[in-house]
């Protein structure tokens, strides 16, 4: 209504974040809404392999961009998570800011790329509830600036690939362990040491290509 000044008798692409996708007919604008009538719909699958990112937390706007750059690029989840290194050092109440204003970046990014999913991005995760979750991940790997094998020697056929990337600091040897010990190898992007929110989108692109889904 308000940027691209739709009017009857257009046609719209309305999604409800979860796959179902509607080609809708506009009817009008009524009290602030717009009301449109569904033509025809149909429910898209997930790419696969899904892409989960956990991110260790960073200082400042950092993760707003990534945020959005991973849901304009069909990431499913991120998490974000506390380690020794960290920067960043977030309560309560910063955690629920991050939470909706992360909600608002990923549904706006969805629209602008016509991703029928809307990524779900969650902060504050400590350090033992991203390790438990990593172990249950059904296929994982981390990027690690000291580990020597490369990402694409690693990489096997998943229907969830997840991908770990450190904060600022980077991960300490102790923690860079217990993720290989949780079942998420330690890989390497190249000799170049990434900034934190690079090297995730880095990853993501290099995941997506090898899968074929981007390309």
């Keep these: 209504m308000r ?3 739709v009017t009857p008798p257009d046609v719209i692409t309305v ?3 979860a796959g179902t996708v509607a080609r809708c007919a506009v009817d009008g604008v009524f009290e602030g809404r717009l009301v449109a009538e569904v033509l025809e719909r149909e429910s898209r699958p997930r790419l696969r392999p899904e892409i989960v990112v956990y ?3 960073a200082k400042g706007t950092k993760l707003d961009g990534l945020i959005e750059r991973l849901a304009e690029l069909g990431v499913a989840e991120v998490w974000t998570f506390d ?3 960290a ?3 977030w309560d309560s109440n910063k955690i629920d800011k991050l939470n909706d204003r992360w909600r608002t970046i990923a549904r ?3 629209k602008q790329s016509r991703n029928p999913f809307f990524l779900k991005a969650t902060a504050g995760l400590s350090w033992k509830e991203a390790l438990e979750r990593i172990d249950r991940e059904p296929f994982a ?3 690690w600036e000291e580990a020597s094998l490369p990402l694409r020697t690693a990489l096997e056929q998943a229907d969830r690939v997840a991908v770990v990337v450190g904060p600022e600091g980077g991960f300490s040897r102790e923690e860079a362990e217990s993720l290989a010990d949780a079942g998420a190898p330690l890989l390497s992007l190249g000799p170049q040491i990434l900034r934190t929110e690079n090297a995730a989108l880095v990853a993501t692109s290099a995941l997506l290509y090898h899968y ?3 390309g």
């Design 55 to 57: 991110q260790g937390a």
């Design 83 to 85: 380690s020794e290194r």
């Design 108 to 110: 706006s990014a969805a």
């Design 15 to 17: 999604t409800d974040g």
């Design 141 to 143: 790997v981390t990027l």
């Design 3 to 5: 940027v691209l000044r």
């Design 87 to 89: 920067v960043a050092r």
């Design 212 to 214: 074929g889904l981007i």
